[in-house]
């Protein structure tokens, strides 16, 4: 078990973003982090098992929580 619930992949295809989605959640979240943030046009949300949210450097900032059971990962 890698710790994620969740993966979401903002932009490209929906086919780009479900082949790269289900490339990501296999992999521990450190390592998917680095994969995501190589890309280009494309943007990662990760949510782990504890509700901490990690985002690519493109999302920073730019999402808002609404949910009290989620926090933003630093």
Same mark, same amino acid.
């Given at each position: 078990?890698?710790?994620?619930?969740?993966?979401?992949?903002? *932009? *490209?295809?929906?086919?780009?973003?479900?082949?790269?989605?289900?490339?990501?959640?296999?992999?521990?979240?450190?390592?998917?982090?680095?994969?995501?943030?190589?890309?280009?046009?494309?943007?990662?949300?990760?949510?782990?098992?504890?509700?901490?949210?990690?985002?690519?450097?493109?999302?920073? *900032?730019?999402?808002?929580?609404?949910?009290?059971?989620?926090?933003?990962?630093?």
């Amino acid at each position: 078990q890698n710790g994620l619930k969740s993966v979401t992949i903002i *932009g *490209g295809t929906a086919t780009d973003a479900d082949v790269l989605s289900t490339a990501v959640v296999v992999m521990d979240l450190e390592e998917g982090m680095a994969y995501m943030n190589q890309k280009k046009n494309v943007e990662a949300m990760f949510i782990t098992e504890d509700n901490r949210i990690y985002m690519t450097t493109g999302l920073k *900032g730019k999402i808002n929580l609404t949910n009290p059971r989620y926090t933003l990962a630093e």
